[in-house]
């Protein structure tokens, strides 16, 4: 069964950085494409950046060029290095498989990002 388990969330001012990790466990982790999602409140959860197995990366339009997702497949951990971050990134943060079929699997508890002078 499929555990993640998302750290690396806190309090930072507009401008700063964060970086995020994500320990995944019940998976041949080097095989499977990994994301993060954001969810904001009153928002829908969001994809913000995904890496397949070989590292192939894409983000969304709103933090490309800002965030920067990459993948350790020995230590079966998930990263994303967030700079620049601005108001409008608050949320908490998720880390989840994608499955071939675009599904993902459970939820962990995520982390919360807050950005704010």
């Known amino acids: 069964q499929v555990q993640v388990e998302e750290s690396g969330g806190g309090l930072v001012q507009p401008g700063g950085s964060l970086r995020l990790s994500c320990i995944a466990s019940?998976?041949?982790?080097?095989?499977?494409?990994m994301g993060w999602y954001r969810q904001a409140p009153g928002k829908q959860r969001e994809l913000v950046a995904r890496i397949t197995g070989g590292s192939r990366t894409n983000y969304a339009d709103s933090v490309r060029g800002r965030f920067t997702i990459s993948r350790d497949n020995a230590k079966k951990t998930l990263y994303l290095q967030m700079d620049s971050l601005k108001p409008e990134d608050t949320a908490v943060y998720y880390c989840?498989?994608?499955?071939?079929?675009?599904?993902?699997?459970?939820w962990g508890p995520g982390t919360q990002v807050t950005v704010s002078s």
């Open positions: 019940g998976i041949v982790f080097s095989l499977y494409s």
């Open positions: 989840n498989v994608i499955y071939l079929s675009g599904e993902t699997d459970r």
